[in-house]
């Protein structure tokens, strides 16, 4: 799973703050569908974001642990509780998706968003979220497709190639709502919904989602090989369509819902 440094962690508070995000964290909770006296457990919390909308809605009497693989991270999120008044509602813990440190039927749900892409070994992941879910309870998985991502540009070949250094570059698996109703089905869950949330921005905006991504695309392409000079270019020429009708960025994301 991912790990963050401070400038890393910066960035991750800038991104989650993007009005695509936002909105993204809503219909996420709505799959979820949390109730006052329910514990849930956030796997890959990131910086608590979401952790501390679900605390609020899990008030009164349950309860939200949150976990990441990144101490900063789990720092980071342990901050933002103090700063929100959520410390005896959330707890925060250092943990591997892979190997969850709680006992059988924990919790009433179990949420990854944009997680299980980074871990390696999925499957495994999948299993464990299963085995610390009540008999009964849900786990849901918000993913993107990374072939179901684009930006206009004047070079639409040079963006596909991007996008596809990124994926190899930064996933262990770039298209994993493809897999994920055979993970669930061999992990011993039934699929219950699945939804599709699209992002579409058509005016640029320097603090929208899409035009935040163009720096990791363009860091994780030129580590994968595309030349410098090329990512610099295909990063610039997204940035320069600030005219009306010059912009458009476009990202579908899948909300999954299995049930133990």
Known sequence: MLTYDARAIAALEKLYSSPQIVEQRRRLREAIGARPGESGLDVGCGVAYLACELAREVSPGGRIVAVDSSREAVEA???????EGLEEVVEVREADAARLPFADSSFDFVVAAQVYSYVPDVAGAIREAARVLKLGGRVIVLES???LCTW?????????????ARGAAQFAHAHLPRELHAHFLAAGMR???VRCYTMIETRYDPESFGAGLIASAR?????HGIAREEA?????????RTGEGEWFFCLN????????
């Open 77 to 83: 999120s342990r901050a933002r509780l103090a700063r």
């Open 219 to 223: 860091a994780a392409a030129i580590r």
């Open 145 to 147: 497709d990374w072939d």
């Open 232 to 240: 610099d270019r295909w990063a610039n020429e997204l940035r320069s």
């Open 253 to 260: 994301r899948f909300i999954y819902t299995a049930v133990r």
């Open 152 to 164: 206009a540009s004047a070079d639409p070949a040079l963006t596909r190639r991007v996008l596809q």
């Open 191 to 193: 699929l219950a919904d």
